[in-house]
C-alpha cells in the first residue's frame, strides 16, 4: 500500500467510534443485551381499559341499538299514549365500575337475563323518565319526583311492565343478528346493587336520549363483553356484518348494471314458422303462391332476442300494425 492510500491511526480510530455509535444506537431501538442475548424493553399496557370487542362487532352492535331505539319508540309511544322518542347516541366500551360510576344513584336499573348467552345485562333509565312513566300510568300527566329517591315496591311494580315491552324490542332487534330471550330478574335502585361483573371486566354500553315531551333524560344498556364473547356473538355479528356489506355492494352493483344497460336497443324477431323446398320449387315462386309452414295456426310462436330464443308470444293485431303478446318464457 502507498503511503497517499495509508489510513492514518486517527482515521482509525474515528471509523471505530462511528462503527461503535451505530452498533449503539441498533441496540436502543431494539431493546439491550444482558448474557449475550437480547432483552426487548417492557411496555405499559392498562389491560382494564383494553377494547374487548373487535371493531366490526361493535359496528354491528350499533345496528342493533339503533333498532331497539326506532322499535322503542313506536311500542312505548302507543302504550303511555304520549310521543315517546328514543335516539341512540353512543356505544362505548368501558369497565363495568366506570359504567356504575356513570349512571345516577339512586337511578331505575332493570337486571334482565339473556338466555342463551351467559351471565345478565343491564337496562338503565334515569330517574327523571322513570318517575315520568309511573306517574303516566297511575293517570297523571306525567310529574316528577322533586328529589331523587328510589323507587318503592308499588312503583317498581308499576315499571316493570313498560320495562319488559322495552325488552321485546330488544329481542326484536337482535333476531337479525343472534337469537336472544331477554327476561326481567329484578329492579333495583343503583348499577353497583346489580353486580353483574367485577369492577374491571369490560362491558359495552349502549347509551339513548329519550325525550317524553318537555322531558329530556338518558337511557343505556349495559352487556358484559364476556358474555358477547362466549355466547359466540362477537363472531356470529362480525359474519353477519360483512355479509350484509357483500349483499349491499352486489345489490348496488346490479343497480349500476342495469341502469348502465336499459338505453342499450336490442332486435326482437318472431318467427312463424319454416317449409323446405326445393331449389327447383324456388325459381318458380311467382306472386300469389301459398307456401304451408310447419308451424300450428293456434300455436305459440317464438320470440328470438339478439338471436336468443327468449319468449312465447301469440300474433294480434294492434291498430293498423301486426304485434304479438307474450305469454311466457321460454
Not at 318503592?152 to 330471550?181: C, G, N, Q, Y
Not at 325459381?283 to 310462436?301: F, H, N, Q, R, S
Amino acid at each position: 500500500m502507498s503511503e497517499e492510500q495509508a489510513v492514518t491511526q486517527d482515521e482509525l480510530a474515528s471509523l471505530l467510534s462511528s462503527l461503535a455509535a451505530a452498533k449503539g444506537g441498533e441496540k436502543g431501538r431494539g431493546g439491550r443485551r444482558a448474557g449475550g442475548r437480547q432483552v426487548h424493553e417492557a411496555r405499559v399496557h392498562d389491560f382494564a381499559r383494553s377494547e374487548a370487542l373487535p371493531r366490526t362487532t361493535v359496528q354491528a352492535l350499533e345496528g342493533v341499538y339503533s333498532s331497539f331505539a326506532r322499535g322503542a319508540q313506536a311500542a312505548l309511544s302507543a302504550y303511555l299514549r304520549t310521543p315517546f322518542q328514543a335516539a341512540m347516541l353512543s356505544l362505548d366500551q368501558l369497565t363495568y365500575d366506570q359504567f356504575v360510576r356513570s349512571v345516577p344513584d339512586p337511578t331505575v336499573i332493570a337486571v334482565f337475563s339473556v338466555a342463551p348467552l351467559p351471565g345478565r345485562a343491564i337496562l338503565e333509565l334515569n330517574p327523571a323518565i322513570g318517575f315520568w312513566i309511573v306517574d303516566r300510568m297511575l293517570g297523571g300527566e306525567g310529574d316528577i319526583a322533586k328529589t331523587p329517591r328510589p323507587l318503592t315496591d308499588m312503583e317498581k311494580a308499576l315499571i316493570e311492565r313498560p320495562v319488559s315491552r322495552l325488552l321485546d324490542e330488544l329481542r326484536t332487534a337482535w333476531e337479525d343478528f343472534h337469537h336472544i330471550e331477554p327476561e326481567l330478574v329484578e329492579m333495583v335502585d343503583s348499577a353497583g346493587a346489580a353486580e353483574i361483573a367485577k369492577a374491571t371486566d369490560a362491558v359495552a354500553v349502549a347509551s339513548f336520549e329519550v325525550t317524553i315531551g318537555s322531558l329530556a333524560g338518558m337511557a343505556s344498556i349495559c352487556f358484559p363483553a364476556i358474555s358477547l364473547k362466549l355466547g359466540g356473538v362477537g363472531a356470529a355479528l362480525s359474519e353477519d356484518s360483512t355479509a350484509q356489506a357483500s349483499l349491499r355492494d352486489a345489490a348496488s352493483l346490479r343497480q349500476s348494471l342495469a341502469a348502465a344497460l336499459s338505453p342499450v336497443a336490442v332486435s326482437c324477431a318472431v318467427r312463424l314458422g319454416t317449409v323446405r323446398v326445393s331449389a327447383a320449387e324456388l325459381t318458380d315462386l311467382e306472386k300469389g303462391d301459398v307456401l304451408c309452414l310447419d308451424g300450428p295456426i293456434d300455436g305459440a310462436l317464438e320470440m328470438s332476442v339478439e338471436a336468443v330464443p327468449k319468449f312465447q308470444c301469440r300474433p294480434l293485431r294492434s291498430e293498423e300494425k301486426l304485434a304479438v303478446e307474450i305469454v311466457a318464457d321460454t
